[in-house]
């Protein structure tokens, strides 16, 4: 053997063949950890979904548990190859925080998401005001919420605006209770209005009896004694028992020549001489 093969098969022994075993190593890291990755977070799932989570926040939490596998099996292979793994992991730290910086409302919505589906304020079908809105809740996104209101427009909301404000669900309780006034004239008897009262909230059998409704004078105006009435209703009775209460009550009323007072004002004209 000459000095050229001596030196070929030295180059190949002390390079060619180590690389060549790294190379191998790296890519049966990357592919055996990616499998691996994918069945751990299929398990993972799959103990959340019998946990009773909902489907949103585990899609969330698999999404980022498989970013962040690949992120540790890509590191690793590196490493096999040689890599200066830390002058990597300094790369991935200031793109992150370029990212971050950049897409910060983004995030923002984003966790405000996670939060949303993690506390549960409301559901889907849920009747909500939330961020100066109402309207039933139809998705929730990762990072926003569609709401549809009552004349059936389709409003998208960030959810950090949700999440960081007051959130109102009607539809949290199976019962809501309906707040009437009803104000009468001086010259009318109290008691005959609230017999009345009472026996127009008995005739109606959305109205539940427990808790028992309440009719009581709250308030001597200046043009009216004010009457509070207050029924209870199944939720999704209220805004139609609601109208008709007031319908049959002005009806009623009418009819028992009980007035509906409002405001008045005597104007007094003088002629100057």
Known sequence: ?????????????????????????????????????????????????????????????GSILNTALLLVIIIAALDQLGVDT???????????????????????????????????????????????????????GIFTTILRTGDNREITVPNAQIYSGVITNFS????RRIDLVIGIGYDDDIKSAKQLLDKIIAADERILTDPAPVILVSELGESSI??????????????????????????EFDSAKISFPYPQRDVHLFQST
């Open 172 to 175: 949290a309780r199976d019962t």
């Open 86 to 140: 830390k002058s990597v992991l300094a790369i991935f730290a200031a793109a992150g925080l370029a990212v971050g910086l950049a897409l910060k409302d983004s995030l923002s919505n984003f966790a405000a998401g996670v939060m949303l589906v993690v506390f549960k304020p409301f559901k889907l079908g849920d009747f909500i005001e939330a961020a100066g809105v109402t309207g039933v809740v139809e998705l929730i």
């Open 1 to 61: 053997m000459n000095a050229d093969d001596t030196k070929y098969t030295q180059l190949i022994s002390e390079y060619l063949v180590p690389w060549g075993i790294n190379i191998i190593l790296a890519l049966a890291i990357f592919i055996i950890g990616k499998w691996a990755a994918k069945i751990i977070v299929k398990m993972i799932e799959r103990v959340m979904i019998k946990s009773k989570l909902d489907d949103v926040l585990v899609s969330f939490l």
């Open 226 to 251: 004010d009457l509070v009435v207050r029924p209870w209703v199944k939720s999704g009775d209220y805004w139609v028992v609601r109208s008709d209460l007031l319908e049959t009550i002005k009806a």
